[in-house]
């Protein structure tokens, strides 16, 4: 069983930067995949981010140029560089974890993230 811990959001005013850092631990095989969702009230859970072993991470359209999302293998944490940030990127964010040898996909409790002045 993955658990993932989640830490950094909070209120921001538009045009400014927060960090969300994410630590996954109790995995006994390789997370291949790591990322981050949000979902704002009313909408539906959309991806943010998300990195895979060996490949170039991904980005939604929406966020792409102002999110770097990144990640420590060795201590299985991924991170999410958010600037420039607008109203709409008001949400609650979450992390997400794949294990591919499990087929198990995990997920964190949450963390809000509010862009208002």
């Known amino acids: 069983q993955v658990q993932l811990v989640e830490s950094g959001g909070g209120l921001v005013q538009p045009g400014g930067s927060l960090r969300l850092s994410c630590a996954a631990s109790?995995?006994?095989?390789?997370?291949?995949?790591m990322g981050w969702y949000r979902q704002a009230p009313g909408k539906q859970r959309e991806l943010v981010a998300t990195?895979?072993?060996?490949?170039?991470?991904t980005y939604a359209d929406s966020v792409r140029g102002r999110f770097t999302i990144s990640r420590d293998n060795a201590k299985n944490t991924v991170s999410l560089q958010m600037n420039s940030l607008k109203p709409e990127d008001t949400a609650v964010y979450y992390c997400?974890?794949?294990?591919?040898?499990?087929?198990?996909?995990?997920w964190g409790q949450g963390t809000q993230v509010t862009v208002s002045s």
């Open positions: 109790g995995s006994s095989f390789v997370i291949n995949r």
């Open positions: 997400n974890a794949a294990v591919v040898t499990t087929s198990r996909i995990y």
């Open positions: 990195i895979t072993l060996g490949r170039a991470p």
